[in-house]
C-alpha cells in the first residue's frame, strides 16, 4: 500500500515538473516575442543625415496650404515627408533646396512609397496660400506649402529642429532660416534630419535606409 502511494506520488511530482517546465519554455518565448529590442537606427553620417532611435512628436498647429485648407498635424500622417523651413521670396538657399527635391523624387525607386514635401513658410506675411501655391507648384505635384500665424510657424519650425529669423536690410525683409531637411514619418513624427550640403543621390539613398529601418523595426513588432 505504501508502495502504491510511493509511486503515485513520484508520478505526480515528475508530471508536476514537467508541466512547471513547458510553462516557463512557452512563457519565455511569448516574452521574447513581445519585447524584442527595436533594430537602432542606421548610421547615415556619410549622407550628412541623424535619424532618431525615437522619433520626436511634433507641436500641435492649426495652419493653412496653398489650396487654403486647414492644415494640422493629424494631417500629415499616413506618409512620409521632406519638410523644409523658408520662403519664396528667398534668392538662393530655398530654390537650390527646392530644387534637390525633386531631383530627389526623381530618384526614388518605385518600390518606396511615394513621400510629399512640404515648404514650411517663414515669411507668412508675403507667403499667402496663392503665392505658394504658384511656387510649390513648379516643382511637381507632391510639393506643397503651409503659411499662417507667425508665432505658429516658429513653434513649428522649432519642433522641425529648425529656426528662422527676420531682419531689415535698406528697408527690405530678409529672413534667415535653416537649411536642413525635416524627414516625417506616417505618424507624423520627426524621423530624420539631412543636413546640407544636399546631394539628390544621397537624399534618395538615406530616404531608403530609413524606410527600410522603420519597416523592419514596425514587422518586428507585428511578427
Same mark, same amino acid.
Given at each position: ?8 506520488l ?8 514537467v ?17 524584442q ?8 553620417? #556619410?549622407?550628412?543625415?541623424y535619424?532618431y532611435?525615437?522619433?520626436r ?13 486647414t492644415?494640422?498635424r ?14 519664396t ?8 533646396a ?15 512609397p ?7 513658410s517663414?515669411?507668412?506675411e ?9 511656387y510649390t ?14 508665432d ?5 519650425a522649432?519642433?522641425? +529642429?529648425?529656426v ?8 527690405e525683409?530678409?529672413? #534667415?532660416?535653416s ?6 514619418n506616417?505618424?507624423g ?7 546640407p ?19 523592419a523595426?514596425?514587422?518586428?513588432? +507585428?511578427s
Amino acid at each position: 500500500m505504501k508502495t502504491s502511494s510511493s509511486i503515485r506520488l513520484t508520478l505526480f511530482c515528475l508530471l508536476l515538473v514537467v508541466v512547471l517546465i513547458f510553462g516557463l519554455v512557452v512563457g519565455r518565448q511569448v516574452f521574447l516575442v513581445g519585447n524584442q529590442e527595436p533594430i537602432p537606427a542606421p548610421d547615415l553620417r #556619410d549622407f550628412n543625415t541623424y535619424v532618431y532611435d525615437d522619433p520626436r512628436p511634433l507641436t500641435e498647429f492649426t495652419l493653412t496650404n496653398e489650396a487654403g485648407e486647414t492644415v494640422t498635424r493629424e494631417s500629415l500622417k499616413g506618409r512620409w515627408t521632406f519638410a523644409f523651413v523658408g520662403y519664396t521670396n528667398c534668392p538662393d538657399i530655398c530654390p537650390a533646396a527646392m530644387a534637390n527635391l525633386r531631383q530627389t523624387d526623381q530618384l526614388l525607386s518605385s518600390e518606396l512609397p511615394q513621400p510629399e514635401y512640404l515648404l514650411v513658410s517663414a515669411d507668412p506675411e508675403h507667403d499667402t496660400p496663392e503665392k505658394l501655391d504658384a511656387y510649390t507648384g513648379f516643382f511637381g505635384e507632391h510639393f506643397h506649402g503651409l503659411t499662417g500665424d507667425l508665432d505658429t510657424l516658429r513653434a513649428l519650425a522649432k519642433s522641425l +529642429s529648425a529656426v528662422f529669423v527676420h531682419r531689415e536690410v535698406n528697408g527690405e525683409l530678409m529672413v #534667415d532660416h535653416s537649411g536642413h531637411f525635416a524627414l516625417l514619418n506616417p505618424d507624423g513624427e520627426l524621423a530624420a534630419v539631412m543636413q546640407p550640403p544636399h546631394n539628390p543621390h544621397n537624399l534618395a539613398e538615406a530616404f531608403k535606409r530609413i524606410y527600410q529601418w522603420a519597416k523592419a523595426n514596425r514587422d518586428r513588432v +507585428s511578427s
